[in-house]
């Protein structure tokens, strides 16, 4: 396998998360080519950092992406390309259901090979639509967030950009949730048919498991929080929509106007996603695990090969396709260079595209943009994934790359929230405002800097965190 070329090149982390290399290596292959509304972007590392796995795009091509998108954005009617935007996600959803009604033990080896492929092509093309709610909150959004805070007389507005003009499902299945605790009747009950209903809810990729009882039972809020948190949430969403209209008739300029328009509505779009695709990763479980049985692999194993390989091993089941996965599942790391796409898991050569990254590395202060105020002095606790929430302490500070409707049941117990990324209108803010907690969004370094157990003040009102004793000392 060739190595990585050494090029010095500015790096722009976009996200940090947990993919296996099937999803991983397909949502990496995406803006191969310029079209109307992005441009190609041809180089890119996907790299272990912490639990999770750095996407970082090579600055320049990110900001080109980030230009094209919110020009093509702002040459549209914001309503029709919502519809257009939640319609391709649609659509995967239908196709995920189809193929689930699919009996794949009555397909050939060849067939359920080409299934795989298949899969592998669609999630390229559903990635580049996914990924661009990621483009507008750093390109349009931030645009739209930078011309509030410019304008003194605005910038009481900008909570009114965070609040999603239509209720998400999740945002629905939370609802439900507290309706559960707020009046329970048949708790048990209610509760068995919430999980049918939302199995999908921590389905973050192929691999994750659907919510059980057990889940929701050990994070069910009492019946008072939940009372409380339902009064909050409707009180804030009314005002913040008020305040969003407001907003729209005090700008005058149809520019300016648009573009606040469609930063609002990205925060909708963005939180939607998962609507869909949580539920169609819950619909390909079937098809995974007929995979997993023919290659003689686990079904997580399976996800750690690429299309190709899964294709071949389909053909002729080998333990070297089991041993390639368990190297992978110990750490691997993806490389797009001038579109030439390699997939390493030698310690060495991944050691030596993170060299390539390191200086994207801020320092040591810890500021961010403020989610909600608040100031607060506590322990930390950083968490990754939902494989970590078992180790949460509740009032403890929640810090993590980026929170996701998971997270929801420890954010509750968290007395603060401190994120490496987002702006206004992510996961994290909207819900640190319904919650009335402490937060701080988009640090870049906070997940790096600080360990767990730091006692740290919070001041979410300056968007700064100060480390007052590290652990241990």
Known sequence: MKKPINQKQNWYLLWSRRYAPFVASSYFLTYQADTPIWTKCRDKLFVPEGGLHGYYIEADGAKNIFRKFSQYVLSKNISGLCRQYENIFKNWLVWSIKINKQDFSRLSDVALGHLVKELAVKLVVFGEWQMLAFMALEGLVKDAEDFIRFRPDLKKFLPALSTPYRETKIMRANL??????????????????????????????????????????????????????????????QKNLKLLRRLLVKVKNPRHKKLLLAASRFAYLKEMRDDYRRPAYLFFHPFWHEIARRTKLS????????????????????????ALARERMKNFALELSFGRFSIYSDKKIIK?????????????????????????????????????????????????????????PIMRQAAAIITDEGGVTCHAAITARELKKPCIIGTKIATKVLKDGDLVEVDAGKGTVKIIKKYGE
């Open 176 to 237: 439900e949730l507290l309706q559960i605790a707020a009046h329970p009747v048949n708790l048990q009950k209610q509760i068995k048919e919430y999980c049918s209903k939302y199995a999908w809810l921590n389905m973050y990729e192929f691999i994750d498991a659907p919510i059980t009882e057990k889940e929701i039972g050990r994070h069910l809020p009492d019946k008072l929080s939940a009372k409380e948190s339902l009064k909050n949430y409707q009180a804030n969403r």
């Open 299 to 322: 079904f997580i194993e399976a996800n750690y090969l690429l299309a190709d390989e899964l294709q071949k091993a389909l053909i002729k089941p080998d333990k070297k396709w089991q």
């Open 352 to 408: 030596k595209l993170l060299v390539r990254v390191a200086n994207n590395d801020q320092g040591e202060e810890i500021s961010g943009a403020t989610a909600f105020p608040g100031k607060i002095m506590g322990r930390i606790k950083i968490i990754y994934h939902q494989d970590d929430f078992k180790k949460f302490i509740k009032g403890s500070i929640l810090v993590t790359p980026m929170t996701h409707p998971e997270f929801l």
